[in-house]
């Protein structure tokens, strides 16, 4: 699944940068990890169907 993201953003000519990370679970763990990139810090919202899938 991973890899179709990356190729509509090349498909798209949508510019990223990939940066890989232990889990998240609160902003402030950003500042533990010391993860720096340009951006703004912003949660994410996960949803997901009964099934879990």
């Given at each position: 699944m991973?890899?179709?993201?990356?190729?509509?953003?090349?498909?798209?000519?949508?510019?990223?940068?990939k940066v890989?990370?232990?889990?998240l679970?609160?902003?402030?763990?950003?500042d533990?990890y010391?993860?720096?990139f340009?951006?703004?810090?912003?949660?994410?919202?996960?949803?997901?169907?009964?099934?879990?899938?």
């Amino acid at each position: 699944m991973e890899e179709k993201v990356y190729e509509m953003f090349n498909k798209l000519n949508i510019k990223y940068e990939k940066v890989d990370h232990p889990p998240l679970f609160a902003c402030a763990d950003n500042d533990k990890y010391q993860i720096k990139f340009d951006g703004t810090i912003c949660k994410n919202l996960f949803i997901r169907n009964k099934d879990k899938s």
